[in-house]
């Protein structure tokens, strides 16, 4: 029998499991969006109430409640194929590539040269070429790998894990259990890592790790893991494990270089010197160290399809598609040095009064603004601002991921600025609020309201 303080939380949480379960199957997909607005709401909508009821299981049951409450959410993920991104087919691609002894920066997927290793999965035959995922190559070959005449832009360590699951049994499903497997470790590391398991349902129970950790199985979560681990080795002075970590999340994904501040947090002020130069210099030898074989077969090479998608997304002067909320307030052409220096400033911050002890504090207000300023359409990015929120409480900066989401269902600037300007206000917001509810003779905020997950909101120096 289940006891009855935990049975609240039991209840909310199957309730979650079963409408991501309904999500990731009847929800809808990339190609009929129309139901995903609402599955992803009532989604959303579980996911605080669970958290809100977490606050009152007894401490002794929360750990084993988190858990099982995060292999029930990974599992959901995997019980039907991609549904909003293909971006897994080409993680099979390069593993399968890798496996046949060819560089995967070498050739782009289209290229005759590899038409060997083509199969009925990724390059499939007699169907038409009509679903959501499929297209055509410049042959007239049907394929479900994006962007086939361009090569991978996906770095070292990523590609490694992509041979280790070709290497074990390989495929999307593969790829789908790698994900649910990356995103159930997260949720170990960050039990032992940050104040409890509270904070890490935050991560576990989320939504978008069922969508796009495991469904979708972005490498974004590893990641993620990778700078998790990274930051709590650095909290307990292990620099050169801490930097050797991050400097593989960053040859994973790139984006988890953003989080390097946070490490490196009061280095202009209390940290010793010599300790921020060994986590500087670990980090920096890890990703050359990943990078290195790579370069002596392949050259710059390695770079891939990277400055093609920089300016496919927007990101090229005279053609911006993305700072929409800088763009709503700067003529045209300042945002990305607007962006820039605001990045800048908030970087100098972390340096000089950032928390050593905390160094994910200062990594989720990096990761947060960087992405707040950038405003991509990918809400894949946030699952660092996710992981970085389970470690830090501070629970409105998932509002930025929420806003990738909205923005890549939605489209267009408009959306791009209101989803992003709503998750600004809620950035801005609610630690006022937080501050009102910790004055002495405030008017409080109902405490569940003030902290979903069950922890005291985070304050410099502890």
Same mark, same amino acid.
């Given at each position: 029998?289940?006891?009855?303080?935990?049975?609240?939380?039991?209840?909310?949480?199957?309730?979650?499991?079963?409408?991501? $379960?309904?999500?990731?199957? +009847?929800? #809808?997909?990339?190609?009929?969006?129309?139901?995903?607005?609402?599955?992803?709401?009532?989604?959303?909508?579980?996911?605080?109430?669970?958290?809100?009821?977490?606050?009152?299981? @007894?401490?002794?049951?929360?750990?084993?409640?988190?858990?099982?409450?995060?292999?029930?959410?990974?599992?959901?993920?995997?019980?039907?194929?991609?549904?909003?991104?293909? /971006?897994?087919?080409?993680?099979?691609? *390069?593993?399968?590539?890798?496996?046949?002894?060819?560089?995967?920066? $070498?050739?782009? @997927?289209?290229?005759?040269?590899?038409?060997?290793?083509?199969?009925?999965?990724?390059?499939?035959?007699?169907?038409?070429?009509?679903?959501?995922?499929?297209?055509?190559?410049?042959?007239? /070959?049907?394929?479900?790998?994006?962007?086939?005449?361009?090569?991978?832009?996906? @770095?070292?360590?990523?590609q490694a894990w992509f041979l280790a699951l070709h290497l074990f049994g390989g495929g999307v499903r593969g790829v789908q259990v790698g994900g649910a497997l990356l995103?159930?470790?997260?949720?170990?590391?960050?039990?032992?890592?940050?104040?409890?398991?509270?904070?890490?349902?935050?991560?576990?129970?989320?939504? #978008?790790?069922?969508?796009?950790?495991?469904?979708?199985?972005?490498?974004?979560?590893?990641?993620?893991?990778?700078?998790?681990?990274?930051?709590?080795?650095?909290?307990?002075?292990?620099?050169?494990?801490?930097?050797?970590?991050?400097?593989?999340?960053?040859?994973?994904?790139?984006?988890?270089?953003?989080?390097?501040?946070?490490?490196?947090?009061?280095?202009?002020?209390?940290?010793?010197?010599?300790?921020?130069?060994?986590?500087?210099?670990?980090?920096?030898?890890?990703?050359?160290?990943?990078?290195?074989?790579?370069?002596?077969?392949?050259?710059?090479?390695?770079?891939?399809?990277?400055?093609?998608?920089?300016k496919e997304e927007g990101y090229e002067q005279g053609h911006l598609d993305r700072f929409g909320l800088l763009q709503a307030v700067l003529p045209h052409g300042w945002?990305?040095?607007?962006?820039?220096?605001?990045?800048?400033?908030?970087?100098?911050?972390?340096?000089?009064?950032? *928390?050593? *002890?905390?160094?994910?504090?200062?990594?989720?207000?990096?990761?947060?603004?960087?992405?707040?300023?950038?405003?991509? $359409?990918?809400?894949?990015? %946030?699952?660092?601002?996710?992981?970085? +929120?389970?470690?830090?409480g501070r629970w409105e900066w998932l509002a930025v991921p929420a806003a990738g989401q909205v923005l890549y269902l939605a489209g267009g600037p408009v959306a791009q600025?209101?989803?992003?300007?709503?998750?600004? +206000?809620?950035?801005?917001?609610?630690?006022?609020?937080?501050?009102?509810?910790?004055?002495? %003779?405030?008017?409080?905020?109902? @405490?569940?309201?003030?902290?979903?997950?069950?922890?005291?909101? $985070?304050?410099?120096?502890?």
């Amino acid at each position: 029998m289940i006891p009855r303080p935990l049975l609240p939380c039991a209840l909310a949480l199957t309730a979650l499991v079963a409408a991501l $379960a309904l999500t990731v199957t +009847v929800g #809808g997909t990339l190609a009929h969006r129309g139901p995903l607005y609402g599955w992803y709401a009532l989604d959303t909508a579980l996911f605080v109430l669970a958290l809100v009821l977490l606050r009152r299981v @007894p401490d002794r049951q929360v750990v084993p409640l988190v858990l099982a409450g995060s292999f029930l959410v990974a599992a959901a993920g995997l019980l039907a194929p991609p549904r909003t991104s293909d /971006d897994a087919y080409r993680y099979v691609w *390069d593993g399968r590539v890798q496996a046949a002894g060819t560089s995967p920066y $070498a050739h782009a @997927p289209d290229d005759p040269a590899l038409a060997r290793l083509r199969d009925a999965d990724l390059f499939p035959v007699g169907d038409g070429c009509t679903g959501w995922d499929e297209r055509r190559t410049a042959a007239g /070959d049907c394929t479900r790998i994006n962007r086939p005449a361009v090569h991978t832009i996906y @770095p070292p360590v990523a590609q490694a894990w992509f041979l280790a699951l070709h290497l074990f049994g390989g495929g999307v499903r593969g790829v789908q259990v790698g994900g649910a497997l990356l995103a159930l470790a997260t949720t170990g590391v960050l039990t032992a890592v940050g104040r409890g398991g509270r904070r890490a349902a935050l991560w576990g129970w989320c939504p #978008g790790v069922t969508v796009w950790a495991v469904n979708d199985a972005h490498i974004d979560t590893l990641g993620a893991l990778l700078m998790v681990a990274g930051l709590g080795c650095a909290a307990r002075g292990r620099a050169a494990a801490g930097g050797g970590l991050l400097g593989a999340a960053v040859a994973t994904k790139l984006l988890p270089a953003l989080a390097l501040p946070g490490a490196l947090s009061g280095l202009l002020s209390r940290r010793p010197v010599r300790t921020g130069l060994v986590l500087l210099g670990s980090a920096a030898g890890a990703f050359a160290l990943a990078y290195a074989p790579h370069v002596a077969v392949s050259g710059a090479a390695v770079l891939g399809y990277l400055p093609g998608y920089l300016k496919e997304e927007g990101y090229e002067q005279g053609h911006l598609d993305r700072f929409g909320l800088l763009q709503a307030v700067l003529p045209h052409g300042w945002a990305p040095w607007a962006a820039a220096l605001a990045l800048v400033a908030v970087v100098a911050r972390v340096l000089r009064c950032g *928390d050593p *002890d905390r160094p994910w504090s200062g990594a989720l207000l990096v990761t947060g603004t960087a992405l707040l300023l950038a405003a991509p $359409a990918y809400p894949w990015y %946030g699952l660092l601002v996710v992981a970085l +929120v389970a470690l830090d409480g501070r629970w409105e900066w998932l509002a930025v991921p929420a806003a990738g989401q909205v923005l890549y269902l939605a489209g267009g600037p408009v959306a791009q600025q209101a989803a992003y300007g709503a998750a600004l +206000v809620c950035v801005l917001a609610v630690p006022v609020l937080r501050r009102r509810y910790e004055r002495p %003779g405030g008017a409080a905020p109902r @405490p569940a309201a003030a902290d979903p997950a069950g922890v005291r909101p $985070a304050t410099r120096g502890r």
